[in-house]
């Protein structure tokens, strides 16, 4: 954490003028020069709050962070994390709240395969293959559509953008069963 945010201090550009407050939204009508220095300004500073807010991080114990980070949190929010380790091929998903201790779950992605001995590949590589083919053939025949004079083909482009989308759905439930299993909440 530490490293990224001093990348993206270096990134950015200080402002000299602290009486403006940033605009409640943005638009691409309402930022001036002025406004996108301010933006730069208030980045800059919420950057440098959380590098010094992240530098003892790795310095506290259980309880240390427990309190630094997690007790801060509203009494009705429920932070969840997902994030994948692809090299070892494992989620891990983490809950907390505040006063609570976090729940946290590792969650190897080819654990259904390994206690079946069989089943098929749902691996990151393959899922991700796999959705990047379904993209790449989506964008393929949206730009494919344009070109369409008679209803036999206008009909053909429906049923292959059907199709895509079954497929689409057909690996997010292979997902959410074989990633997920039991460990998933309705």
Same mark, same amino acid.
């Given at each position: 954490?530490?490293?990224?945010?001093?990348?993206?201090l270096?990134?950015?550009?200080?402002?000299e003028?602290?009486?403006?407050w940033?605009?409640?939204?943005?638009?691409? &009508? #309402?930022?001036?020069?002025?406004?996108?220095?301010?933006?730069?300004?208030?980045?800059?500073?919420?950057?440098?709050?959380?590098?010094?807010?992240?530098?003892?991080?790795?310095?506290?114990?259980? #309880?240390?962070?427990?309190?630094?980070?997690?007790?801060?949190?509203?009494?009705?929010?429920?932070?969840? %994390?997902?994030t994948?380790?692809?090299?070892?091929?494992?989620?891990?998903? %983490?809950?907390?709240?505040?006063?609570?201790?976090?729940?946290?779950?590792?969650?190897?992605?080819?654990?259904?395969?390994?206690r079946?001995?069989?089943g098929?590949?749902? %691996?990151?590589?393959?899922?991700?293959?796999?959705?990047?083919?379904?993209?790449?053939? %989506?964008?393929?025949?949206?730009? &494919?559509?344009?070109t369409?004079? #008679?209803?036999?083909?206008?009909?053909?482009?429906?049923k292959?953008?059907h199709?895509?989308?079954?497929?689409?759905?057909?690996?997010?439930?292979?997902?959410?069963?074989?990633?997920?299993?039991?460990?998933?909440? &309705?």
């Amino acid at each position: 954490m530490q490293t990224c945010l001093s990348q993206k201090l270096r990134k950015s550009i200080a402002f000299e003028n602290e009486d403006k407050w940033p605009p409640a939204t943005y638009t691409d &009508s #309402n930022i001036g020069d002025e406004d996108e220095e301010m933006v730069d300004h208030w980045h800059h500073a919420h950057l440098e709050q959380l590098r010094d807010l992240y530098k003892e991080e790795h310095e506290l114990d259980e #309880n240390g962070f427990q309190t630094k980070f997690i007790n801060i949190l509203p009494p009705n929010w429920t932070v969840c %994390s997902l994030t994948l380790d692809p090299t070892q091929g494992d989620l891990y998903i %983490s809950r907390m709240q505040a006063n609570t201790t976090p729940l946290l779950l590792k969650l190897p992605l080819q654990r259904f395969a390994q206690r079946n001995g069989e089943g098929e590949d749902m %691996s990151y590589k393959a899922v991700t293959e796999e959705f990047n083919n379904i993209i790449s053939e %989506s964008n393929a025949t949206m730009h &494919s559509g344009k070109t369409f004079e #008679n209803k036999a083909d206008i009909d053909n482009w429906w049923k292959t953008r059907h199709e895509l989308d079954d497929r689409l759905k057909r690996l997010m439930e292979r997902v959410d069963e074989n990633w997920l299993g039991g460990f998933k909440v &309705s």
